[in-house]
């Protein structure tokens, strides 16, 4: 679905250089700190910022022969921008008709009475809520093949975020070839709907893993030097020094819990793996 | 394309109360005086500006960024501006015309010729006015736009000036003298070639834009 091979992009205090691929079928998660290079990543995607290298493939065609129709097959939810707040939803519906051939109305409309959202008010004035829900409404219905997903869920309380991550949902299970990239700096969020994560820390990924591995398989280990001295660091990903000694992420809980039974072993969450990822030192 | 057409009239309707107050102004103008150039000039110009304001529109809030992920591409994109331009900028010289028309032949003040061949001189300077203004807006955006616009038109003033005054001054040749002194036949073909020499300048302007809006980043 989308291929990205060593992006690069240079700023004055801030490169890029990024490679991943997306299946057919799957939900991908970006996540990472503000900054880390997630929305410059997907600004790349779109051709909206110009790049310093790297081939970027999307539906099987090079970012630069990718044509208006082909556009049609994206649904796109960008952090910082959207429909000029001064139109309504009314005015939407015509220029969303006449953009895209497959623009479902009905279900949009539909959509749109089910999250109670106003027809005739600018968009400005609506709450953050109504404004997330409105983005997605929009990228999902017109029948994409491609969602890309730029911080959908920023600044959304938890009610507001289980409605939009059910949205996606429901899109993903009308068609099997559907696909998402989605960004995030709440974990929580693509824990439930990501199959696999990359993890990007100042430009680069520095982590690629499917979600359940990553809940199952990843921990950390809380040990005192002694311990830590004893300790066969070969799964050890990272280590940090804490009060009480050392916390190590790994990513071979089981063989740790074998081998050394005595040791805390604490099942690792997707925001302690990313701390760790960035703050651990490298074994 | 169309999308964007309809989009942009609809960000023009938000200021349709506007809109009916220059035409209001327009109309008054023509009932109470009789200068008509000035309305018919009015007219055209303001809606020009009307249809170069929607770039700011799309400009706020990085409004951009979200545009260029629809199905249209930057090319598409600065081709529907200048469209749209000479759509609604030529509905509204149309519009001011006919009002001129009526207005002239209800109070029989100046004969329709000159009445038309005013509006056919109009028609040029208002094209070579949005040829100006587009690049500027879609490079700045809308308040350094503005700004640089100001500029242009203040730069473009001087240079016309000089033209005039270098005649004069070095050749001994009065134009002002010349072009209103000029029969009304030789008028006509000066403002063919005119309307020729401002669109040829509107493609250019195009052509510029076009570059322009290939290198941006959103």
Same mark, same amino acid.
Request: charged letters at 20%.
């Given at each position: +679905?989308?291929?990205?091979e060593h992006?690069? $992009? %240079?700023?004055?205090?801030?490169?890029?250089?990024?490679?991943?691929?997306?299946?057919s079928?799957?939900?991908?998660?970006?996540?990472?700190?503000?900054?880390?290079? $997630?929305?410059?990543?997907?600004?790349?995607?779109?051709?909206? @910022?110009?790049?310093?290298?790297?081939?970027?493939?999307?539906?099987?065609?090079?970012?630069?022969?990718?044509?208006?129709?082909?556009?049609?097959?994206?649904?796109?939810?960008?952090?910082?921008?959207?429909?000029?707040?001064?139109?309504? @939803?009314?005015?939407?519906?015509?220029?969303?008709?006449?953009?895209?051939?497959?623009?479902?109305?009905?279900?949009?409309?539909?959509q749109?009475?089910?999250?109670q959202?106003?027809l005739?008010?600018?968009i400005?004035?609506?709450?953050?809520?109504?404004?997330?829900?409105?983005?997605?409404?929009?990228?999902?219905? %017109?029948?994409?093949?491609?969602?890309?997903?730029?911080?959908?869920?920023?600044?959304?309380?938890?009610?507001?975020?289980?409605?939009?991550?059910e949205?996606?949902?429901?899109?993903?299970?009308?068609?099997?070839?559907?696909?998402?990239?989605?960004?995030?700096?709440?974990?929580?969020?693509?824990?439930?709907?990501?199959?696999?994560?990359y993890?990007?820390?100042?430009?680069?990924?520095?982590?690629?893993?499917?979600?359940?591995?990553?809940?199952?398989?990843? =921990?950390l280990?809380?040990v005192? =030097?002694?311990?830590?001295?004893?300790?066969?660091k070969?799964?050890?990903?990272?280590?940090?020094?804490?009060?009480y000694?050392?916390?190590?992420?790994?990513?071979?809980?089981?063989?740790?819990?074998?081998?050394?039974?005595?040791?805390?072993?604490e099942?690792?969450?997707?925001?302690?793996?990313?701390?760790?990822?960035?703050?651990?030192?490298?074994? | 394309?169309?999308?964007l057409?309809?989009?942009?009239?609809?960000?023009?309707?938000?200021?349709?109360?506007?809109?009916?107050?220059?035409?209001?102004i327009?109309?008054?103008?023509?009932?109470?005086?009789?200068?008509?150039?000035?309305?018919l000039?009015?007219?055209?110009?303001?809606?020009?500006?009307?249809t170069?304001?929607?770039?700011?529109?799309?400009? #706020?809030? &990085?409004?951009?960024?979200?545009?260029?992920?629809?199905?249209?591409?930057?090319?598409?994109?600065?081709?529907?501006?200048?469209?749209?331009g000479?759509? #609604?900028?030529?509905?509204?010289?149309?519009?001011?015309?006919?009002?001129?028309?009526? =207005?002239t032949?209800?109070?029989?003040?100046?004969?329709?010729?000159?009445?038309?061949?005013?509006?056919?001189?109009?028609?040029?300077? +208002?094209?070579?006015i949005?040829?100006?203004?587009?690049?500027?807006?879609?490079? #700045?955006?809308?308040?350094?736009?503005?700004?640089?616009?100001?500029g242009?038109?203040?730069?473009?003033?001087?240079?016309?000036? @000089?033209?005039?005054?270098?005649? &004069?001054?070095?050749?001994?040749?009065?134009?002002?003298?010349?072009l209103?002194?000029?029969?009304?036949?030789?008028?006509?073909?000066?403002?063919?070639i005119?309307?020729?020499?401002?669109?040829?300048?509107?493609?250019?302007?195009? $052509?510029?834009?076009?570059?322009?809006?290939? $290198?941006?980043e959103?």
């Amino acid at each position: +679905m989308l291929n990205i091979e060593h992006l690069k $992009k %240079h700023y004055d205090n801030f490169s890029l250089d990024c490679s991943l691929e997306l299946m057919s079928g799957c939900v991908t998660g970006l996540i990472g700190q503000n900054g880390a290079g $997630k929305s410059t990543t997907f600004k790349a995607i779109l051709g909206l @910022i110009s790049t310093d290298g790297g081939n970027i493939t999307i539906l099987g065609k090079d970012i630069k022969d990718f044509t208006a129709k082909d556009k049609e097959d994206l649904g796109v939810v960008l952090s910082d921008s959207g429909f000029s707040g001064y139109l309504k @939803i009314k005015d939407i519906i015509p220029i969303l008709q006449n953009m895209y051939t497959k623009f479902d109305k009905s279900f949009f409309i539909e959509q749109i009475q089910r999250f109670q959202l106003p027809l005739n008010k600018q968009i400005k004035d609506f709450s953050t809520g109504m404004k997330a829900k409105l983005k997605v409404l929009v990228a999902i219905s %017109h029948n994409a093949k491609l969602l890309i997903l730029d911080e959908p869920t920023a600044g959304l309380d938890v009610i507001a975020r289980d409605e939009l991550l059910e949205m996606l949902r429901e899109f993903m299970e009308k068609d099997e070839e559907r696909s998402i990239l989605i960004s995030s700096h709440i974990s929580s969020d693509l824990e439930s709907l990501c199959d696999n994560l990359y993890m990007i820390h100042d430009g680069k990924i520095i982590l690629h893993e499917d979600t359940d591995v990553l809940l199952s398989d990843y =921990a950390l280990l809380k040990v005192d =030097a002694e311990q830590y001295g004893k300790l066969d660091k070969q799964f050890i990903l990272r280590s940090k020094k804490e009060t009480y000694g050392y916390s190590c992420l790994t990513n071979q809980k089981q063989y740790y819990i074998e081998n050394y039974p005595k040791i805390a072993i604490e099942k690792g969450t997707i925001d302690e793996v990313i701390t760790m990822m960035i703050r651990g030192t490298e074994q | 394309m169309k999308g964007l057409l309809v989009k942009d009239f609809k960000l023009m309707m938000l200021q349709k109360n506007f809109l009916l107050l220059i035409l209001a102004i327009v109309i008054g103008m023509m009932v109470f005086t009789d200068d008509m150039a000035f309305p018919l000039g009015f007219l055209s110009f303001v809606v020009s500006l009307f249809t170069v304001s929607t770039i700011s529109y799309d400009d #706020f809030d &990085n409004g951009n960024a979200f545009l260029f992920t629809l199905p249209i591409t930057r090319n598409n994109y600065v081709i529907e501006k200048y469209s749209l331009g000479l759509l #609604f900028g030529c509905i509204a010289w149309i519009l001011a015309t006919v009002l001129g028309i009526i =207005a002239t032949v209800l109070k029989g003040t100046l004969p329709i010729t000159d009445l038309l061949l005013v509006s056919l001189i109009i028609l040029p300077i +208002m094209i070579i006015i949005q040829a100006i203004m587009l690049p500027f807006q879609l490079k #700045f955006g809308g308040d350094k736009g503005r700004i640089a616009m100001i500029g242009a038109f203040g730069g473009l003033a001087i240079i016309a000036l @000089i033209i005039v005054k270098g005649a &004069n001054i070095i050749f001994d040749i009065d134009l002002v003298h010349i072009l209103n002194t000029l029969p009304t036949v030789s008028m006509g073909l000066l403002v063919v070639i005119a309307v020729i020499v401002a669109l040829l300048l509107l493609l250019i302007s195009m $052509k510029i834009s076009l570059s322009i809006m290939n $290198k941006k980043e959103f």
